[in-house]
Structures are given as structure tokens and as C-alpha cells.
């Protein structure tokens, strides 16, 4: 069994400043995925990051960065130079590495201040 | 190309209606998958397939709820007698393998409303 929680259920952060979002979660498995999506108010989920739990690099995609403490069982998401566009839900997921489902944590809401 | 779409966009349907929801993934991706959003509550998954198979249909709520793939392309998630605790919006999404920590590519979803 997977669980994954949000601690955060809002965020709020200054147009140009940097925010962290939380993430633990739990898993019986040994090798697994760890994701981080957006939605927006249109619905539509967008992957925003990933990591693969046997990496200890974190990973990073422009503004997008994560602090994957694998011990801790935490997978947190950094924005930096927050913009207007990064207002939406965010949610934080894992995935077994033989299995197809993720499991997701409730989401937190994410607005930006201009 | 062309993105998972999803029809209806939204549905408002009397309690104990059928209703059916249609999912189109992108072409060629062989894994789909349906995921359940209630208000205030995450993703929950309800089905997966692989081609046209299901191999594990235990995300589904209830017997009322049943999903078919076609030609391993088009998903139909079919809603029997429909409750108002169904009201939520349900995402379809592809990949183009089921495992290995692949991308899965989400609709826009469908909102059903039961009234």
C-alpha cells in the first residue's frame, strides 16, 4: 500500500519569490517514482517533475526543483521567480516501480501574489 | 499532436441514470488509465488497461461502475444507476507503458454532476 500526504492544503507566495511545497509519503516498495503535477483551473494535469527514487540527484526542470530526502520519505517542490502562471492546485504522487497506478496526496493550492 | 480528450466536458445527470464517459488517449500509447477527483480530495484511481485488457478493476466503487477499450484506443467508463455521491470529476489519462515510472498524460476530465 502507498499513502502520500500534503501537509499544505494552501500556499500562498510574492510574484519573484521562491516557494516550497510538501510532500511525504509511504510505500512498501523497494524502487519507485516519485511525481509532482500541476492543475490548473482547466482540470488538465501537467507533470511538472519527476524523480527516480534509486537517484540521489535531485531533480530540476527550469524553476522547478525538488529536495528528495529518500530516509525521511520526503519529496518537496521548490518554485523559483514564482509567476503568475504557477497559481493552481499541485499535487504529489508515487508510483511503484512494477506497478501502473499512482497514488496521489490531496493537493495543495498554490496563489500568486503580483 | 493531439493530447487525451475526454467527452463530455460536462455532465448533469438525474440520480439513477445511466451515464457513459468517453476517453480518447494519444495515439499509440497502449496504457489508460481512469482517476476519480471528488471536492477537496485527490486522485483516486479506479481502473487501468493495458491494450484492451483490465488487469486490476478493484479501484472501482461499486458494481454500478464498469469501464470497457476498444481497438485498444477509445475507453468508455459506464455508470449505472447513477448516486449523488458519484458527483466528482473523472480524469482519463495514457501512457505509453503502464510501468517504469512513465509519464501519464492527462485529460481534461469530465465533471459529472448528480442531481
Known amino acids: 500500500a502507498q499513502t502520500v500526504t500534503q501537509s499544505q492544503p494552501e500556499m500562498s507566495v510574492q510574484e519573484a519569490e521562491t516557494v516550497t511545497l510538501s510532500c511525504t509519503y509511504d510505500?512498501?516498495?523497494?524502487?519507485?517514482?516519485l511525481f509532482w503535477y500541476k492543475q490548473p483551473p482547466s482540470r488538465q494535469m501537467i507533470l511538472v517533475i519527476r524523480q527516480e527514487a534509486y537517484k540521489q540527484q535531485n531533480a530540476t526542470e527550469n524553476r522547478f526543483s525538488v529536495n528528495f530526502q529518500k530516509a525521511a520519505k520526503s519529496f518537496s517542490l521548490k518554485i523559483s521567480d514564482s509567476q503568475l502562471g504557477d497559481a493552481a492546485m499541485y499535487f504529489c504522487a508515487v508510483q511503484g516501480a512494477g506497478s501502473y497506478q499512482l497514488t496521489f496526496g490531496k493537493g495543495t493550492k498554490l496563489s500568486v501574489i503580483p | 499532436g493531439a493530447g487525451v480528450s475526454q467527452s463530455p466536458s460536462n455532465k448533469v445527470t438525474e440520480k439513477g441514470k445511466d451515464v457513459e464517459l468517453r476517453c480518447d488517449p494519444i495515439s499509440g500509447h497502449t496504457a489508460l488509465y481512469w482517476y476519480r477527483q471528488s471536492l477537496g480530495q485527490g486522485l483516486e484511481f479506479l481502473i487501468y488497461f493495458q491494450g484492451n485488457s483490465a488487469p486490476d478493476k478493484s479501484g472501482l466503487p461499486s458494481d454500478r461502475f464498469s469501464a470497457e477499450r476498444t481497438g485498444g484506443s477509445v475507453s468508455t467508463l459506464t455508470i449505472q444507476r447513477t448516486q449523488q455521491e458519484d458527483s466528482a470529476v473523472y480524469l482519463c489519462?495514457?501512457?505509453?507503458?503502464?510501468?517504469?515510472?512513465?509519464?501519464?498524460?492527462f485529460g481534461p476530465g469530465t465533471r459529472l454532476t448528480v442531481l
Open positions: 510505500t512498501s516498495e523497494s524502487d519507485y517514482y
Open positions: 489519462a495514457s501512457s505509453g507503458r503502464g510501468r517504469g515510472g512513465n509519464e501519464q498524460f
